[in-house]
């Protein structure tokens, strides 16, 4: 979670792509390109392989399968992801930041 914090700080080169919902996204967000987990497959294009990429949710567990699945069926070696998601980041970094 402070690793994240700190590649936004510094401004340093990577990707934070969210994998839930257009509606969750309403309630909070940290930030990053939106694509809800059911359209992943169909815009591969806009997830970046010479940075790396964290991707996160709700609390980590939609985020970790799709990394397993673009690891497996596509070859990706850069993703990380987000344990805990949005509601760890909340906890730990944004206590103020609104959760469901």
Known sequence: MLELKA????????????VRE????????IGGLNIPLADVPTRLDEIRKDVPVIIHCRSGKRSSNIISYLEATFGYTNLYNLKGG??????????????Y
Request: proline share 6%.
């Open 7 to 18: 590649k936004q700080d510094s401004k340093e080169a990577f990707q934070l792509i969210d």
């Open 22 to 29: 257009p509606y969750e996204v309403e309630i909070c967000e």
């Open 86 to 99: 949005i509601l760890e980041y909340a906890q730990e970094i944004d206590p103020d930041m609104a959760t």
